[in-house]
């Protein structure tokens, strides 16, 4: 994993009161080209750190207002009462609480089964001589080079075939299944650094395979299974499609994921929408990822870069 | 200890596989079939029609422009968002100056990291919930609230043709500069700061630095990032489908492969035609991974 500081603790010996002649000469006026430099980095980097957060605070902001208050009132400005008229609103009847809790449902299991799974196959794809090991390997990491889209339309077909087309069952498979291809790369790569000599140590001892994985090897990979798991849950979560094109026929509404639900009041909502509502239920959906954020933002930051990093 | 080892290798791969086998190969497999067909789902027996799907998207208004559009994105969004992105990263490692001899990044460069980073975590479906309400086109909308306020008049976001891809593109940027500043600040932190020490002693500036110093030593990571974000490109499924004014307008001024696949397949049925679009789609994003590795290869520079 990569180290996400920039300090290297202490200088190399040669570089510490070895000032070049240069260096001193000009000193004074080095350090006024720094201060300069500085504070227009600062201002550089204070201007996007606003453009990031300005959309938020408003969305806040609006979700204590009311409709007309919306239109009339500045962007920023405070909310004449504060009100949560507008939560009742989006809990009750837009059944946000709902889909939070379908969605939490939904990725808690299939994350769940995506590191069991990717991590038993990667396990075994890492440390195991067999005939076909290359091949299986191969077959599931070629499945980060292919575009969801083209698989969406058999997999509507192969979810309807089986039954499984508006249940949570299909949805938490299918995304198991697409999460496998990533999950399995990283993680083999992961087991395959794992020393050899606690695993002997183990078979000597008399584990069997499956109690060397569990017992051993899992725990030992724990930093990995981190990583990966951060990255699944932030995903799945996230997953738009692949809810939309398998969540839909009599009812699925009742079955909505978060994203879909939240998509679902924007698009509908037309020209007599509640757009305080709307704004009420973005609040409620935006704000657990802030505290959660705020408490692991170095884990699910090195998580989220895991990918590109490896 | 051999015993036992071929049950065991099997009775862990065959869940995994058979998931993996029934929804994701299986799937991948019946679109290459699928695009040869005209099926529409109802008959039982499917009917062959060799390349007439591709044939008739050759001649397909609709899918040219989403190709345009895919081109432009695939152009205009990795350049914005790494330009940012390098400089952002630039200012938080090495904006503070030289101390005691070494360089270092600004003051709360970790406050910034972190704030940059968040849009990484929101749903791109909510953020273009989020942003189509920034744009709302009277006094309700963010930017249009805020013009109201100086008396300016209403700019059409999301209607006006000549301006709706490009809106829809800046909240791409807006989500994925973070990320990329993070994984660029990661790459410039495994830099080692003798080079830079070394390199201000003979006198480099700062943007002698970046171009010489930074930039040659984080090519690898650049060479991700732009493939991550040409794939994106090739996206945007989510946002045009919720944001723009009847899914992909106006008039298809902003119509992405992912929702055409999406709507023949939804709305007309034509899953023939949707395969074959998928399969277009997958050749253009391989032939772009293996072009961008292609020629962006160049000697890395070993520390």
Known sequence: ????????????????????????????????????????????????????????????????????????????????????????????????????????????????????????????????????????????????????????????????????????????????????????FFMTAFFKTLPNHVAEAAIV?????????????????????VSITIFN??????????????MQGQGADQKWVLTQGIANISVSAGYQANWAALFAALTLSILPMIIVYAFFQRQIQSGLTAGATK | ???????????????????????????????FQLSFTNWRGFSPDVQYIGFDNFTKLFHDNTFWKAIQHHALLLVFMPL?????????????????????????GVWGSKFYRVVFFFPQLLALALVAVIFARVYSPDESGLINGLLHQ?????????????????????????QAVGFYVVLFSAGMGSIPTEIYEAAALDGATRGTLFFKVTLPLLWNTLQVAWVYLGIAAFDAFALVNVMSVDRGGPDGATTVLGLEIFRNMQDYAQFGYASAMGVVLFFLTLTFAALTLRVTRRETVEL
Not at chain 2, 11 to 24: E, K, M, Q, R, S
């Open chain 1, 205 to 225: 001892d008399g584990a069997s395979h499956t109690r060397l994985f569990f017992q051993v090897m899992l725990p030992m990979a724990k930093s990995g299974l």
């Open chain 2, 80 to 104: 914005v968002t790494i330009g940012l992105a390098l400089f952002f990263a630039f200012l938080l490692n090495v904006g503070g100056g030289s101390r005691g001899g070494r360089t270092t």
């Open chain 2, 1 to 31: 200890m051999k015993h036992g080892r071929y049950p065991f290798i099997i009775g862990f791969l065959i869940v995994p596989v058979a998931i993996y086998g029934t929804f994701v190969v299986a799937a991948y497999l019946q679109a």
């Open chain 1, 233 to 246: 849950v932030v995903g799945q979560w996230n997953q738009y499609l692949l809810p939309v094109a398998i």
């Open chain 1, 1 to 184: 994993m990569t180290n996400l500081r920039t300090d290297v603790s202490v200088p190399p010996p040669g570089t510490v009161g070895y000032p070049g002649r240069r260096h001193a000469a000009s000193a004074t006026g080095e350090k006024k080209e720094i201060k300069l430099f500085s504070g227009f980095a600062h201002v550089a980097l204070a201007i996007w750190g606003l453009l990031v957060i300005a959309p938020l605070i408003w969305v806040i902001l609006a979700s204590f207002k009311s409709n007309t208050e919306i239109f009339t009132h500045a962007p920023f400005s405070l909310p004449s009462k504060l009100s949560f008229e507008t939560y009742k609103t989006a809990w009750t009847e837009a059944h946000i609480g709902r889909y939070f809790m379908n969605s939490v449902f939904v990725v808690a299991l299939s994350t769940a089964g995506t590191m069991i799974f990717g991590s038993m196959a990667a396990y075994v794809l890492a440390r195991y001589k067999f005939i076909g090991n290359r091949a299986i390997y191969y077959l599931f990491v070629s499945g980060l080079a292919f575009p969801v889209f083209m698989a969406i339309v058999p997999l509507f077909l192969i979810l309807q075939n089986l039954g499984l087309l508006n249940t949570y069952t299909g949805l938490i498979l299918v995304y198991i299944a697409y999460s496998l291809p990533f999950t399995v």
């Open chain 2, 150 to 174: 100086f008396g300016s008049g209403p700019v059409l976001f999301l209607a006006d043709k000549n301006l709706a891809l490009w809106s829809i593109m800046a909240v791409l940027i807006w």
